[in-house]
Each structure stands twice: as C-alpha cells, then as structure tokens.
T-cell receptor, first 115, second 112 residues
C-alpha cells in the first residue's frame, strides 16, 4: 500500500487556468506538507498543516491554497497558473506537529507544466 | 541565510567503495533533527536516515551512516559498499519546529 499518494502524477495546463493536486496519506499522521521542487532540484516548503494550525511560507503567492477535507488529505489548489509555477510538487506527512525528531515521508510528486 | 549547505554538486564513486556526502547546517536552536533523503531519477523522495541533535551516537541504517559532528555543525552521510542503484540525488535536511530546510543536493554517480 502506498503510504503517501498524489494525483495526478503529471499535469500539463495553460497559463491562467486553475488546477488542483490531491494528496492522501494512510499512515495515520497528524501533519501534512506541500513542497515545490524547481528545475534546479531545489526543494522549498510551501505549507505545513494539521488540524490545529496552517503555516504558510511567506514567499508562497496567495494563488496557492491548501485545502484539507480531513486528516488524511491535503489538496493543493492553484489559481491563475503562471509559467513560473512549473515544477514538481511533493506532498509529505509526519506523525507529529513540530519538533526535530519527526520524519517526513514524501509522496511520489506531481510534475506540473504550465504552457 | 543558507541553513543547509551541501558543497558537492556532484560526486563519483567506484562500485563497492565507500563515499561521504558532506552537509553542514546553521542553527541556534538546541533541538533539531537532521535527515538525509535520496531522490533517484524516477523522482520520488526516499527517507534514508535521521539524527537528532541530542543523540549521543551516530545514526546508522544498513549501509548508511551519519557522521554527526555537533560542534562543527556537520552531518555527513557515509554510504558503504556503494551499489549501482545508489546513483541518485542526495538531499540533506534540517528540521526546527515546523520549519524544514533542504540543501541543494549532491548528485552521486556510482561507476561499475
């Protein structure tokens, strides 16, 4: 069974469109995350979320919004897509909220291409 | 300011030999965690090993070990007996509270 899954794996869309990426974890974890990996392989955290708190990286445009219907899901909505949004987006989850010990487990990634 | 530094963009190692991938970090928080992840060409991020800031002993997981030198703020990954399947990008990461930062990565190539 896949621990952290994302759909779709590939997403190609036009500039200006609105799209969503879904993420589900079956690990029973309390906290989920979204990361963006750019073309130079640099990974940057976008959001950290559990049922208590959402932490947004201040550099993330407000066109990006996480939506969590329940503890096992954290979807990423992107409005008015721009060329610079093209990247691989990773979802991750961890058992606890905060603290240095907590290992994050990653989904397979979604490659978004904006034309 | 850069919190995680991986100074080796690329490394080569002969199959069956050991290799060390460097990682240094910067923090003033006494409690933090250090992680290494592997990203093969297929793209997934695979957790390899974890070291806590208060752990007295270096972490080991199979062929992976973490050379943790707290005073120097370094957390180098040692891969013993390299295999062709070890060829991948390797990322060092540090977690403080809710913040997780990744290094720029090191591309390891294992030669037959």
């Amino acid at each position: 069974d896949t621990a952290v899954s994302q759909t779709p794996k590939y997403l190609v869309t036009q500039m200006g469109n609105d799209k969503s990426i879904k993420c589900e974890q079956n690990l029973g974890h309390d906290t989920m995350y979204w990361y963006k990996q750019d073309s130079k392989k640099f990974l940057k955290i976008m959001f950290s979320y559990n049922n208590k708190e959402l932490i947004i990286n201040e550099t993330v445009p407000n066109r990006f919004s996480p939506k969590s219907p329940d503890k096992a899901h954290l979807n990423l909505h992107i409005n008015s897509l721009e060329l610079g949004d093209s990247a691989v987006y990773f979802c991750a989850s961890s058992q606890d909220w905060g603290g240095g010990r907590d290992t994050q487990y990653f989904g397979p990634g979604t490659r978004l291409t904006v034309l | 300011a850069q919190k995680i530094t991986q100074t080796q963009p690329g490394m080569f190692v002969q199959e069956k030999e050991a290799v060390t991938l460097d990682c240094t970090y910067d923090t003033s928080d006494p409690s933090y965690g250090l992680f290494w992840y592997k990203q093969p060409s297929s793209g997934e991020m695979i957790f390899l090993i974890y070291q806590g800031s208060y752990d007295q002993q270096n972490a080991t997981e199979g062929r992976y070990s973490l050379n943790f030198q707290k005073a120097r703020k370094s957390a180098n990954l040692v891969i013993s007996a390299s295999q062709l399947g070890d060829s991948a990008m390797y990322f060092c990461a540090m977690r403080e509270d809710n913040d997780m930062r990744f290094g720029a990565g090191t591309r390891l190539t294992v030669k037959p």
